[in-house]
């Protein structure tokens, strides 16, 4: 299974992976306004691959056959404040 991989134009770490290169009829409207210009990254086979570096490669296979793309966004930035103040609650 060949797959390209764009990354966003206005989002930070999001990238969109496609069964088909550019071919982006698959892909919603709203994702892509929301996506911007995607911006070719690379193409890959994920036959014989054992992972992926920041995606899920059981995901990305199964969303590639069932709705044609994956959408791979950041994880949400940690709270470090938020973070400490549980911490001191619970040691205090």
């Known amino acids: 299974m060949i ?5 966003s134009s206005l989002r930070d770490q999001t990238y969109l992976y496609l069964g088909k290169k550019d071919d982006f009829s698959c892909v919603p409207d709203a994702l892509m306004k929301g996506f911007g210009k995607p911006l070719l990254s690379m193409v ?4 014989g691959r054992d992972r992926l570096a920041s995606a899920d490669l059981g995901k990305v296979k199964q969303q590639l056959a069932d709705q044609g793309y994956y959408l791979q966004i950041p994880p949400p930035v940690e709270n470090l404040l938020t973070q400490h103040l549980a911490t001191e609650s619970k040691a205090g």
Request: proline share 0%.
């Open 44 to 47: 890959i086979s994920l036959e």
């Open 3 to 7: 797959c390209a991989i764009y990354r």
